[in-house]
T-cell receptor, first 112, second 110 residues
Framework: TQLLEQSPQFLSIQEGENLTVYCNSS?????LQWYRQEPGEGPVLLVT?????EVKKLKRLTFQFGDARKDSSLHITAAQPGDTGLYLC????????????FGRGTQLTVWP | DVKVTQSSRYLVKRTGEKVFLECVQD?????MFWYRQDPGLGLRLIYF???????EKGDIPEGYSVSREKKERFSLILESASTNQTSMYLC?????????FGPGTRLTVL
């Protein structure tokens, strides 16, 4: 059973469009992280959110942590081809070492 | 700049071979991890280590072992490679909760 469910699994859009990726769970997390992975590379951390209701912005990317700390979303405004990649959410539930739970990822393709 | 390196980007091995995947980090991190990544399954934790010579099983340790003789180095060993171990293997290190990943090793077992 997957603790974090990401949707959609695939997203293919034109340059300039907006999109939202969702990361949902029935469990509470102490923090949620978002990573981006480009082909042939390892995931790279984009942001960590730790407070319920928190919103963080990274240029055209907006990350939100749900009030109940069970879900998160990633919104990209005016997507560009350079945004193409696999977006992974990952949740940490406390101090248990090694327990970072990953979603299965959203593969985003942005066409010029 | 933070760096996690893996010994090979691509590896092709035969069924039954013993395979060593090496990972080195230069950040003096205590914690190191091995994941495998498969399409549709996401990242799954194989083993992790929170100190030299310490190791803990993750979610899918069967068929794998690990070694951590030095703080900066964490090795993943496939004792007898099988075709179902064909995958992308990612090493990571951490100080806190988030992970610094290496570039991955794409292993094919024929």
């Amino acid at each position: 059973t997957q603790l974090l469910e990401q949707s959609p699994q695939f997203l293919s859009i034109q340059e300039g469009e907006n999109l939202t990726v969702y990361c949902n769970s029935s469990s509470v997390f102490s923090s949620l992280q978002w990573y981006r992975q480009e082909p042939g590379e390892g995931p790279v951390l984009l942001v960590t959110v730790v407070t319920g209701g928190e919103v963080k912005k990274l240029k055209r990317l907006t990350f939100q942590f749900g009030d109940a700390r069970k879900d998160s979303s990633l919104h990209i405004t005016a997507a560009q081809p350079g945004d193409t990649g696999l977006y992974l959410c990952a949740g940490h539930r406390g101090s248990t070492l090694g327990r970072l739970y990953f979603g299965r990822g959203t593969q985003l393709t942005v066409w010029p | 700049d933070v760096k996690v390196t893996q010994s090979s980007r691509y590896l092709v091995k035969r069924t039954g071979e013993k395979v060593f995947l090496e990972c080195v980090q230069d950040m003096d991190h205590e914690n190191m991890f091995w994941y495998r990544q498969d399409p549709g399954l996401g990242l799954r934790l194989i083993y992790f280590s929170y100190d030299v010579k310490m190791k803990e099983k993750g979610d899918i340790p069967e068929g794998y072992s690990v070694s951590r003789e030095k703080k900066e180095r964490f090795s993943l060993i496939l004792e007898s490679a099988s075709t179902n171990q064909t995958s992308m293997y990612l090493c990571a290190s951490s100080l806190g909760t988030f992970r610094y990943f290496g570039p991955g090793t794409r292993l094919t077992v024929l």
